[in-house]
């Protein structure tokens, strides 16, 4: 495990280009064991997550290469093999393996993710989409076995009970290859899904309605690379980067960014009134005086994403009066309050909401990244902050942040990686 050392305080300005999107890379890399071509991405970002995912796909004989954010990966060679736990373990979006590799092979066997520690993450929308489409699923031992008989998937009409993300995109795994016609209702509308559709579409598929609720998958029998695929601009990232921007930045641009995928962050900046400029493909952040405090509410996509309600924290922490955030997807995802505590911040859980009071100084403190974005909000509060923070299983930030030192020292922060102590 490393970890990040800030020595904070110093106002940051400057630009930077956000990476590919965390979470269509980590479902594109699985679906790209369907295809019969290699296929190419671009813009894809430098995160552990992809380090692993890497890993994964060498245990199965699919050689990958990476260089200048362009991976490339060939599935022409794949065999099926006992994946590898540790790296299964690293990520939760290893559960795209189970539909990706349902639709190769008609099986699978993979061990259940691991991923943030963020409060119960079940997994039975996925499983109950794979028995729809006609698979036997049989969960032993901390790991799905999946199998059809001889005549495949067959496609289906499935109703998710939960709207989610993970689940959406596997059954759109599993069933691009299924004979007959799928449905999903109440599927998720996330951009990421989009993203995998289109990828896929590009290769021949037929998968209608990504981005509304009902998505319907007609299956064909083989899918060919033509084209490099382009992945979209992280949107968490970039919430992320406009979060630090306003609370101790003196101008930022950030560039590769869609602004529509922005919009219920963005609407709550401009609440708290930070004079955003919202360009085409880019938004500048002004320096910011005072701030307004605001309630947020995580929801469903085009809702507030939870992934951003703790990086959007520390800016909280400077506006003029308690702000309230509802985290209604992970409501014990609330790491970040007793470590941003030991900074010296008003923050507190009080009645299922937290509240976040005015806090005028911050001080450096030794903290823990207990997950990725309550990493990301350390992360800022140590920029913030007078003196040295040490935020201890960065790792955790690593993940899914890409080049985060490099992007952070263009904005000139004193910020490093460094080997964290060996524990015994
Ligand atoms: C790799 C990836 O894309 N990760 C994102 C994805 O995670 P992930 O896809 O795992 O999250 P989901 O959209 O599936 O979860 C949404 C909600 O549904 C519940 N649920 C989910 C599946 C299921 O079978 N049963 C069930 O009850 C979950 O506990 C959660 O409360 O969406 C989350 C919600 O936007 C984000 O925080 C994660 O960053
Ligand atoms: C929860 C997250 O990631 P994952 O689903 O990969 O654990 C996240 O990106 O905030």
Do not use: C, W
Request: net charge negative.
């Amino acid at each position: 495990m490393k970890k990040m050392i800030i020595h904070g305080g110093k106002r940051l300005s400057g630009e930077l280009t956000i990476g590919g999107a965390k979470n269509s890379t980590v479902a594109l890399i699985p679906a790209a064991i369907l295809a019969d071509t290699p296929v190419r991405f671009d813009t894809v970002p430098h995160i552990l997550d992809v380090h692993n995912l890497k890993i994964i796909l060498e245990s199965m004989n699919v050689h990958s290469t990476f260089e200048n954010d362009v991976l490339t990966i060939d599935p022409t060679h794949i065999e099926e093999s006992e994946l590898p736990s540790h790296a299964i373990k690293s990520l939760r979006a290893s559960y795209y393996f189970m539909g990706a590799l349902l639709g190769r092979f008609n099986r699978a066997t993979v061990t259940f993710p691991g991923g943030d520690n963020i409060g119960p993450r079940p997994i039975d929308q996925h499983i109950k989409g794979f028995k729809a489409l006609g698979a036997n699923v049989v969960e032993k031992n901390d790991s799905v076995f999946i199998s059809t008989g001889t005549e495949g998937l067959h496609g289906a009409r499935i109703f998710l009970d939960v709207v989610s993300v993970g689940a959406t995109i596997n059954i759109i795994l599993a069933a691009v290859k299924a004979h007959g016609t799928t449905t999903i209702e109440n599927a998720a509308k996330e951009p990421e899904i989009i993203d995998v559709a289109t990828f896929l579409n590009n290769m021949g598929a037929k998968i209608r309605g990504a981005g509304t609720d009902v998505i319907r998958i007609e299956g064909v029998d083989s899918l060919r690379a033509r084209a490099t695929h382009t992945i979209i601009p992280d949107r968490i990232e970039t919430g992320t980067y406009l979060s630090l921007a306003a609370a101790i930045g003196d101008g930022i641009l950030l560039k590769n960014v869609i602004p529509e995928h922005m919009e219920s962050f963005t609407a709550k900046m401009l609440e708290m009134g930070v004079g955003l400029q919202i360009n085409e493909d880019s938004i500048y952040v002004p320096r910011v005086s005072d701030l307004n405090p605001v309630r947020v509410k995580t929801m469903t996509y085009p809702g507030f994403a939870t992934d951003l309600q703790q990086p959007i924290t520390p800016l909280l922490l400077r506006a003029n009066g308690n702000s309230v955030v509802i985290d209604t997807i992970y409501p014990q995802r609330t790491q970040h309050i007793a470590q941003l505590r030991k900074m010296g911040a008003d923050i507190r859980v009080q009645d299922n909401l937290i509240v976040v009071g005015h806090s005028s100084h911050l001080q450096g403190a030794h903290v823990e990244a207990g997950e990725i974005r309550s990493g990301a909000a350390l992360m800022i509060a140590g920029l913030i902050a007078s003196g040295t923070t040490e935020i201890s299983r960065a790792d955790n930030i690593l993940r899914g942040y890409d080049r985060v030192i490099d992007k952070l020292h263009t904005l000139g922060a004193d910020v490093e990686i460094a080997a964290d102590e060996i524990r015994v």
